[in-house]
Each structure stands twice: as structure tokens, then as C-alpha cells.
């Protein structure tokens, strides 16, 4: 358990349907992150929260639409989806920069999307 | 612009030492990371470095050279459960990570 958890852990979608992306911390962290990994490339930031508030969205398309209702839950909500991405989705969080050297960022386990 | 290379894949044999090495090229540079992520699992942190030299911890150490935009994880006595991939991110002067596609290792016995 890494602290951050996600839920589904795999998750199968067709392109016209609407499915929502869990993530949950309780370790006291003041930001998160939502990440997309594809098989031999770099992981992707989708979007970033500090303190509840959006401070970054990484050009990423409309039919990905996070929520952050408070500082321990991130959803990603998902609707008309294409094949292309399919991929592993990351949750991460962190406490703070001052932090990043000892502890880094903590990732989630991810969920792994396939769009038919 | 940004961009950080790592070999995509390396063997090793167990009980052995690997080297894996990391070049960048990014805007600012507040520090490197190293994470580890096992097959299916959340990549887990290993360590950061921001000034040169080179940090030990365990049987991992982690080296920097900011002149040369260069990094490297050494792993020694290397154990089955290395088998995973290491990916190497740098903070850029935004505190943004930046993430190489990552260094598939796997140890033979």
C-alpha cells in the first residue's frame, strides 16, 4: 500500500461511455496530480491541484475532466473516449516542495484504461 | 526543448553492479529523481539529487553532474527483485517534472 490508492484498478470502456477515475490520499499532502503512462514513453501531466485549485492542465482534451472536491480526492471523469487512450493512469501527491527531497511524490498503483 | 534520454532496456546479471545513466536537457534545473516501478505496480521514489556528487543509500546510489546534464543510479549486488523499470525526471525551474520513458532492467540469474 502506497499510501495513495486508486480505484478500478482496470477498467474496460467502450468509446461512448461515461466512467469516473478514483484517487484518495490520506497522507496529508496539499497537492495531486493526475499522470497517463503509455508503454515506452515518458509520463504525461495531465493535471495538477494544490489545494483544491487547478493550477495546471497540460493542453489535455475536453473528454478527460478532473474533480477535486477536497485535498484528500481526485476523480478523472471520462466520456467519449478513443482507442488511443488507453493507457495506465497515475495519481500522484505531494506535500510540498521543501519535501520533494526526502519523500517525492507518491504515486498511486494507476488504473489501466483500455477504450474499445 | 526539454528532453531526457535513458536506455530503454539493459540486462544484468544477478549479484553483478549496472549502471544506469541519464542525460538531460530542460529549462532550469531544480533537482533529478529516481523512481522505481515494478511491473503493474506505482512507481516508487529512490532518491534526488540536486548538487553534484554522488548520494548513497543501501545497495543504490544515485550520481549528478549538473555541468554536464548528466546522471546516473548505480545498483550493486543486484537481487532478482531489481527486475523493474527505472525512470529518471528532472525539475525544471517551473518545478515541473520532465520524465524520461524509462529503463526496463532485467536480471538473469
Known amino acids: 500500500e502506497t499510501g495513495v490508492t486508486q480505484t478500478p484498478r482496470h477498467l474496460v470502456m467502450g468509446m461512448t461511455n461515461k466512467k469516473s477515475l478514483k484517487c484518495e490520499q490520506h497522507?496529508?499532502?496539499?497537492?495531486m496530480y493526475w499522470y497517463k503512462q503509455s508503454a515506452k514513453k515518458p509520463l504525461e501531466l495531465m493535471f495538477v491541484?494544490?489545494?483544491?485549485?487547478?493550477?495546471e492542465n497540460n493542453s489535455v482534451p475536453s473528454r478527460f475532466s478532473p474533480e477535486c472536491p477536497n485535498s484528500s480526492h481526485l476523480f478523472l471523469h471520462l466520456h467519449t473516449l478513443q482507442p488511443e487512450d488507453s493507457a495506465l493512469y497515475l495519481c500522484?501527491?505531494?506535500?510540498?516542495?521543501?519535501?520533494?527531497?526526502?519523500?517525492?511524490?507518491?504515486f498511486g498503483s494507476g488504473t489501466r484504461l483500455t477504450v474499445v | 526543448g526539454q528532453n531526457i534520454d535513458q536506455p530503454t532496456e539493459m540486462t544484468a546479471t544477478e549479484g553483478a553492479i549496472v549502471q544506469i545513466n541519464c542525460t538531460y536537457q530542460?529549462?532550469?534545473?531544480?533537482?533529478l529523481f529516481w523512481y522505481q516501478q515494478h511491473a503493474g505496480e506505482a512507481p516508487t521514489f529512490l532518491s534526488y539529487?540536486?548538487l553534484d556528487g554522488l548520494e548513497e543509500k543501501g545497495r543504490f546510489s544515485s550520481f549528478l553532474s549538473r555541468s554536464k546534464g548528466y546522471s546516473y543510479l548505480l545498483l550493486k549486488e543486484l537481487q532478482m527483485k531489481d527486475s523493474a523499470s527505472y525512470l529518471c525526471?528532472?525539475?525544471?525551474?517551473?518545478?515541473?517534472?520532465?520524465w524520461g520513458a524509462g529503463t526496463k532492467l532485467i536480471i538473469k540469474p
Open positions: 500522484a501527491s505531494s506535500q510540498d516542495i521543501e519535501n520533494l527531497a526526502n519523500y517525492g511524490y507518491t
Open positions: 497522507l496529508g499532502h496539499n497537492a
Open positions: 491541484y494544490n489545494f483544491k485549485e487547478q493550477t
Open positions: 530542460t529549462s532550469g534545473f531544480n533537482g
Open positions: 539529487n540536486v
Open positions: 525526471a528532472v525539475m525544471d525551474s517551473n518545478y515541473q517534472l520532465i
